[in-house]
């Protein structure tokens, strides 16, 4: 079984511009969830779908938005990005109570 | 207020001896979740054992077992037989009440290093 899959694995962009990182959850997960590992700030909860629908969403700003498809693939994107965007930021999924992660995508921000 | 905190930033061990890694957690909900995870190097969180607040016993998994301590707000992750591969990140993690379905909470995490 195919396990969370993460595309691109690294980014770079420049402050200002806007970036898409994508996930695909594992087969038959419906929930996906994205955390941002920022280098000293451990995991923080960004955004979390279910079935097509936002369904949490952590302390960040408007800006840090994102969809999941009918395929229950998701998107993240980055508005107006900032150098304090430059992070890890994991994408999961869900079966039963645990969450999978994938390996993640590394935003840097110059 | 910090929800998840692990104290030991760091800690050496021995190839093949025990290590126990501290978590305490806050919360007033009566059901809720605790979970470990491994982050080797190349970054990808790694499930390890999850403990429900009404599982009686502690669980465990392989060489992984969580000690937890409900009165005292503890699940304590300890591994058995240390082996070079469980050089890593450490992270525990809540999900709490009737947000069953939702996110984790992370505490800062624990460097693990094993030497031989």
């Known amino acids: 079984e195919a396990g969370v899959t993460q595309s691109p694995t690294h980014l770079i962009k420049t402050r200002g511009q806007q970036a898409t990182l994508r996930c695909s959850p594992i087969s038959g997960h419906t929930s996906v969830y994205w955390y941002q590992q920022a280098l000293g700030l451990g995991l923080q909860f960004l955004l979390w779908?279910?079935?097509?629908?936002?369904?949490n969403r952590g302390n960040f700003p408007p800006r840090f938005s994102g969809r999941q498809f009918p395929n229950y693939s998701s998107e993240l994107n980055v508005n107006a990005l900032e150098l304090e965007d430059s992070a890890l930021y994991l994408c999961?999924?869900?079966?039963?109570?645990?969450?999978?992660f994938g390996p993640g995508t590394r935003l840097t921000v110059t | 207020a910090q929800k998840i905190t692990q104290t030991q930033p760091g800690m050496f061990v021995q190839e093949k001896e025990a290590v126990t890694l501290d978590c305490t957690y806050d919360?007033?909900?009566?059901?809720?979740?605790l979970f470990w995870y491994k982050q080797p190097s190349s970054g990808e969180m790694i499930f390890l054992i999850y403990?429900?607040?009404?599982?009686?016993q502690n669980a465990t998994e392989g060489r992984y077992s969580l000690n937890f301590q409900k009165a005292r707000k503890s699940a304590n992750l300890v591994i058995s037989a240390s082996q070079l591969g469980d050089s890593a990140m450490y992270f525990c993690a809540m999900r709490e009440g009737d947000d069953s379905w939702g996110k984790l909470q992370f505490g800062a995490g624990t460097q693990v290093v094993v030497t031989p």
């Open positions: 779908y279910d079935e097509g629908e936002e369904r």
């Open positions: 999961a999924s869900r079966a039963s109570y645990e969450q999978y």
């Open positions: 919360t007033s909900d009566q059901s809720y979740g």
């Open positions: 403990q429900g607040s009404y599982d009686e």
